[in-house]
């Protein structure tokens, strides 16, 4: 790869670790694209002067401490990985729902409030899963942050966002990507299809943003490297190499992620639902297994704190809210945000992990890979630029 982080998979890192960010791609792209007011924080308009197209597409779970494993299944992705790429930040927590909106939008999660994968809706004990969100709260509110989708189109580029087509019109979608006209495509082929379809449409400026899910979702069922991993690493090496041999000559393509991932053993595994030291003085728990936001009774935060350290130990940092935000991982949190963080935060070290077996989806306990947390496998991914 032509450029290292230098850590170890599993350390700890803090918000000013290294570089670009996730979040800088699009701007990046946008000044690529000569829209007015984009900064380029990637340094991406020199080595893409004349580039009139950018295709953006965000593989799921393809982490930078992933490259090394997919190698041998993916031969295009490997020499990729070898000459263009450089490692980014996803932003935290590491886990899909915000990742997409910090790509989207081009700023941090407290900005954009999609603040994990599931949160509290404040003043309700209602909790939000946003890859199952619908039009409650509306996206418009509840992510107010403009896109740089709809930055883009409104300075006159030809916007398109590809990705599975249950997923147009979601809530999710519409918080990170409004502004695009949406395609859907389902697997890795018809992904690139569309993706080169939209490029190739028209002679003007041209923003594509594609979204491929499969590597992710296998990952968390069967676990990284297993068969199954392996076979959806080569999908995504047959879609890359389709894409890369159909780019237009002035035309660039920019491969990232959301985040890597990391395979939990069964004895790195709690069950806050069947531990009553870890049940008492909730009022309702979201986040995921990674990352947990506890919301507690009145007064209670202090004996949550209390219990939760003592039984995590090593295993994990618990900290109240105030604590967790003071880290600057989420960037500023406004007020109307702040009610989506848990009282108590609980970041997982390690390969520990925290499971909810009988509040969650039942699936949700039984996965083999997770992520989520702040070490370097979950946080950082690649960025592979690529002229046509």
């Not at 209602?126 to 409650?136: C, K, P």
Request: charged share 20%; net charge negative.
């Amino acid at each position: 790869m032509s450029e290292s982080p230098g850590v170890a998979p599993l350390t700890v890192l803090g918000p000013d670790h290294g570089g670009g960010r996730l979040a800088d791609v699009l701007p990046s792209a946008l000044a690529v694209l000569g829209v007015s007011g984009s900064a380029d924080p990637l340094g991406l308009v020199p080595a893409l002067a004349g580039v009139r197209r950018v295709a953006v597409l965000l593989v799921d779970g393809l982490g930078w401490y992933q490259l090394p494993t997919a190698a041998p299944y993916a031969p295009t992705l490997a020499g990729l990985a070898a000459t263009v790429a450089r490692p980014l930040i996803a932003g935290f927590p590491s886990t899909t729902p915000t990742s997409l909106v910090s790509l989207g939008t081009g700023v941090a999660p407290g900005a954009h409030g999609v603040l994990g994968f599931t949160v509290r809706v404040p003043g309700t004990d209602r909790v939000l899963t946003h890859t199952d969100w619908a039009a409650d709260p509306s996206p418009l509110t509840w992510q107010p942050v403009t896109t740089q989708l709809e930055r883009a189109r409104a300075a006159g580029v030809a916007v398109t966002v590809v990705s599975r087509p249950e997923f147009g019109g979601s809530g999710l979608t519409v918080a990170a990507n409004r502004g695009g006209d949406f395609r859907g495509a389902a697997g890795g082929e018809a992904v690139a299809a569309a993706m080169l379809a939209a490029l190739a449409t028209g002679g003007g400026l041209t923003l594509v943003s594609g979204y491929h899910a499969d590597l992710d979702r296998y990952g968390h069922v069967y676990g990284v490297d297993s068969e199954p991993w392996r076979i959806a690493a080569t999908e995504v090496d047959t879609m890359l190499a389709r894409l890369v041999d159909g780019l237009p000559s002035d035309a660039a393509l920019l491969v990232t992620a959301d985040h890597g991932q990391l395979d939990v053993p069964a004895a790195h595994r709690f069950d806050l639902d069947t531990d009553p030291r870890l049940r008492a003085g909730l009022r309702l728990v979201a986040g995921e297994a990674r990352v947990r936001y506890l919301h507690v009774e009145p007064g209670a935060v202090d004996d949550v704190l209390a219990a939760w350290s003592e039984v995590l130990g090593d295993a994990a940092r618990v900290r109240t809210r105030d604590e967790a935000v003071a880290t600057g991982w989420f960037g500023p949190v406004p007020e109307e945000h702040l009610g989506r963080i848990g009282d108590v935060v609980v970041t997982c070290n390690d390969t520990y992990a925290v499971m909810a077996s009988r509040t969650e989806r039942p699936m949700a306990s039984k996965l083999v890979a997770y992520h989520g947390s702040d070490t370097a496998a979950e946080l950082t991914v690649p960025l592979l630029v690529v002229r046509g």
